[in-house]
């Protein structure tokens, strides 16, 4: 199947949106890029300004790659200032991608501590582990497992997928999840912050992965997660509009308190408005890849 896109009002650029950071288990063989999506094997490419694909439909990839967000619009919302206009010239197309939000959820709990590489081997560790193989164009794709099943693994089965610490707090998660402690489904409609808070009773949820399951799962545009790359180009690049004792402070050393976490993320959606997570995103992939490219 094909879509075809206005490069006017519907940019996109593939490569840029499953590229970024905020997906995992995405493998790129030749031009196409493979996965399973809600238990789904497809693949997708790009050429110019048509998507081919197999295994879903038009609409499911039209919701999948959110190709109904007014991206135009929300460029010019959050393009403040000429850094980031800078980055959305370099990336211009990329998206947020609407994920699952129980492999979301146990995605970026696994990505604690972790680069973009280990976090890859977690998931798919995992997922080969306790998931089901469907096999696309020879290539060997899985399942991800359900609350139901991690909740009945064992830690030690856990801590073979090279876990570590994080075993522990995937497998009572799963079970807070399993049992319907926290309805993940029911976040998207609570505001943000009370949608937050209910994450982080979780185990292993902080503040980052808090935010990186709302903006990336539950359709909270405003998120903002800060890590080591989004807090380094705050404090480098918007420094005036923050407490300089604060700034100076931060720049000193790796982490951020929570106090500190959200005095960043409050800053970011006040300056950067309801689409916040779009501008992380952008500004997130423009530092990452400055930096490698040094």
């Keep these: ?50 998507l081919e694909f197999e295994g879903v439909d038009a609409s499911f990839i039209e919701k999948c790659f959110r190709l109904h967000d007014p991206l135009p619009l929300i460029l010019s919302k959050i393009s403040r200032d000429a850094h980031i206009r800078n980055a959305i010239q370099n990336f211009h197309g990329l ?49 991800f497992p359900n609350p139901t099943t991690l909740a009945k693994a064992n830690i030690t089965e856990l801590t073979r997928c090279k876990l570590g610490f994080r075993a522990k707090n995937v497998h009572e998660t799963a079970k807070k999840v399993d049992t319907q402690t926290v309805r993940l489904a029911e976040l998207e409609t609570m505001p943000y912050e ?62 951020l308190t929570p106090s500190e976490y959200r005095q960043i993320g409050s800053f970011a959606r006040g300056y950067f408005g309801e689409y916040a997570g779009y501008a992380q995103q952008y500004l997130f992939h423009h530092e990452r890849s400055v930096c490698q490219a040094v």
Excluded at 226 to 252: C, G, M, P, R, S
Aim: contains cysteine; positive net charge; hydrophobic residues 40%.
């Design 1 to 50: 199947m094909k879509i075809t896109l206005n490069p006017t009002t519907t940019p996109f650029n593939l490569d840029y949106t499953l590229q970024c950071g905020q997906v995992f288990r995405w493998e790129k063989h030749g031009d196409w890029w493979y996965a399973i999506v809600a238990k789904k094997a497809t693949k997708i490419r790009q050429t110019s300004n048509v």
């Design 95 to 143: 998206r947020l991608v609407r994920q699952d939000p129980w492999e979301c959820l146990i995605s970026y709990i696994c990505a604690t501590y972790k680069n973009i590489p280990a976090i890859q081997n977690m998931i798919g560790n995992l997922s080969r582990q306790f998931g089901h193989e469907i096999t696309l164009d020879n290539h060997s794709l899985y399942t």
């Design 194 to 255: 009370a949608a937050k808070n209910e994450l982080l009773k979780l185990p292993g949820v902080g503040e980052k992965v808090a935010d990186c399951v709302l903006l990336f799962s539950l359709n909270k545009l405003e998120a903002f997660p800060v890590d080591v790359w989004i807090k380094k180009t705050i404090l480098e690049n918007y420094h005036e509009y923050l407490n300089i004792a604060f700034v100076q402070k931060a720049l000193k050393k790796k982490s």
